[in-house]
């Protein structure tokens, strides 16, 4: 693939490797971040399915997390970017990473789109159940296929 | 009996010897451990920063506490079983690495956080809402949380970077077989 050939040889994938407390730096950002961004997400997901937050209505909810939830991806997928150039062949032809590229891509879509739309609108409890199960699944199999990375 | 020596017994009881060499069980149990960082620490860290008085502003802190409570404390208690069990399988690994030692401090610090703050925070957050700024102990609770629940996980993903010293682990070896 040219693209990963390209980027293989820079100064930050350079840093990644040779800086003791870069690499660990970069994945603890990573961590928290991700669990700022899917934690908020996943407070609006128990409303639609039903679980809590009863008393309010999930566009509400939605309102008050969104921000957090954009920040949290931001920095995220910044921090994913720079573990991603200290290695960037291996990452792409790691099937685990390709997964989890897929599904990141795949949430995002489906946040902005779908899941946005039935949670501004006074949907049913059932289209809420369903598209907030699909969330849950969707954000849980990017965290999954991010750790089988390491594991594959 | 050491410290190292039940570490060793831990490591070859059935369950940790199930865990560690049945295919898919170790990822799985790492698997769920992460998911729940994902969800409930960023419950946590959302329920800090409404005590802080940063985010989730339209809603009362008793919203937000009582709301989340519940998923917090499954949440904590499925990601400890699953912490545990990765320990178990490399107990004596484990019994050498400084940051496990500063993870399970933490995990100390997190019972004294309960202890400070359940009865004058957590348990009455009606009462948080009643007064014009949130006092200072509510902030405190959630300042404090919220540096643990940063360190933890970060301690977490630091256990798996510790080399231990070849010849010092040796050393012990031979310590624990005389």
């Known amino acids: 693939m040219a693209f990963p050939a390209l980027v293989q ?58 921000v957090y939830t954009l920040i949290g991806l931001v920095v995220a997928v910044l921090a994913g970017m720079t573990l991603f150039v200290s290695d960037p062949r291996m990452y792409t032809h790691n099937s685990s990473f390709r997964f989890k590229m897929t599904a990141l891509i795949v949430a995002i879509i489906y946040h902005y789109t779908v899941h946005h739309k039935v949670v501004s609108s006074n949907s049913s409890a059932g289209v809420n159940a369903v598209v907030g199960a699909i969330s849950v699944l969707l954000w849980s199999s990017v965290v999954v296929g991010g750790i089988f990375i390491g594991l594959i | 009996m050491s410290l190292y020596s039940i570490c060793d017994s831990i490591q070859s009881s059935g369950l940790m010897t199930h865990v560690r060499e049945t295919p898919w069980v170790y990822p799985i149990i790492m698997s769920i451990h992460v998911v729940c960082i994902a969800v409930f620490g960023g419950m946590i860290l959302m329920t800090d920063l409404r005590l802080l008085g ?49 993870k399970m401090a933490l995990l100390v610090l997190v019972g004294v956080h309960a202890m400070m703050f359940k009865s004058t925070v957590y348990d009455h957050p009606e009462e948080l809402d009643k007064s014009p700024v949130l006092p200072t102990r509510a902030k405190a609770a959630a300042a404090f949380s919220l540096i643990l629940w940063v360190s933890l996980p970060v301690f977490g993903r630091l256990i798996a970077y510790y080399e231990p010293d070849e010849s010092k682990a040796s050393q012990t070896a031979t310590f624990v077989l005389k």
């Not at chain 1, 490797?17 to 870069?22: F, G, L, R, S, T």
């Not at chain 1, 690499?23 to 809590?52: N, Q, S």
């Not at chain 2, 009362?60 to 320990?87: Q, S």
């Open chain 1, 9 to 66: 040889p820079n100064p930050i994938g350079d840093a990644l490797n040779h800086i003791e407390w870069a690499f660990p730096l970069a994945e603890c950002f990573h961590i928290v971040f991700f669990a700022m961004a899917i934690g908020t997400v996943m407070i609006v997901d128990l409303r639609l399915l039903g679980l809590a937050f009863q008393k309010q209505t999930p566009a509400s909810l939605a309102r008050d997390t969104w």
């Open chain 2, 54 to 102: 940063v985010g989730l502003k339209d809603k009362t802190v008793a919203e937000v506490v009582g709301g989340l409570r519940p998923f917090k404390r499954i949440g904590f208690v499925v990601m400890v079983t699953c912490g545990l069990l990765m320990a178990g399988t490399e107990a004596p690994q484990y019994y050498r690495n400084p940051y496990f030692w500063t």
